[in-house]
């Protein structure tokens, strides 16, 4: 089943088993676009648009996501509110956007459900302009530990909904391009990370 398929089935009900438990990691993520002055920003996977609410309305965002039927319940979303905002049906690991082309980039949720993550990181760093950020939310193993529930869970379910095996580290080897300046656990245990990355000029 591939994923496309799967989120299409999971879209009626994502927000019911998605919303409540990361409501605030969400909130404490999207901070940080706040203060700042207005920026061109990609967010990368916006499924039905549980950011929204916390995004802040001084820049220009554009918007991508796999699955249409998730795009038509983010629609609903943000017509109800003031962001300056375009939807695009994308693939993430092949994103339709010029090199160079954002000062910001967030992934909340995505990195862990795509099947080549490695690659996602890499078309994040393309299209971000040099000196711009990465602003991540996802579940990581750390490098070295076993987690065998998890290994084992991702047998089963990284076709349907989510990968349960991704060691994040190992996904900036492969971008040198990127530098990590913050990386603090969040929920479950520290399971879930917000990371912080910068593009090296």
């Known amino acids: 089943m591939g994923l496309k398929f799967s989120y299409t089935l999971l ?3 994502y927000d019911v088993i998605v919303a409540s438990p990361t409501q605030s990691v969400r909130q404490s993520s999207l901070k940080r676009l706040a203060d700042i002055k207005p920026q ?25 996501d796999l699955t249409p039927a998730m795009l038509d319940i983010c629609t609903n979303q943000l017509d109800k509110s003031s962001l300056n905002m375009k939807l695009h049906t994308a693939d993430v690991m092949r994103l339709p956007f010029d090199d160079n082309t954002f000062d910001i980039i967030v992934m909340h949720l995505i990195l862990a459900v795509v099947s080549e993550p490695d690659v996602a990181l890499k078309e994040a760093a393309r299209v971000l302009k040099p000196g711009g950020k990465i602003f991540i939310l996802d579940k990581f193993i750390q490098p070295g530990q076993l987690a065998p529930v998890r290994r084992f869970l991702n047998i089963f379910v990284r076709h349907i909904a989510t990968r349960t ?37």
């Open 11 to 13: 879209a009626p009900i």
């Open 165 to 201: 095996d991704v060691v994040f580290e190992k996904l900036l080897d492969t971008c040198p391009q990127l530098e990590l300046i913050e990386n603090i656990p969040s929920l479950f245990g520290g399971w879930f990370r917000l990371i912080t990355l910068v593009k090296l000029k």
């Open 40 to 64: 061109n920003i990609l967010i990368n996977g916006i499924g039905t648009g549980l950011d929204i609410p916390y995004l802040p309305d001084q820049h220009i965002y554009t918007a991508t």
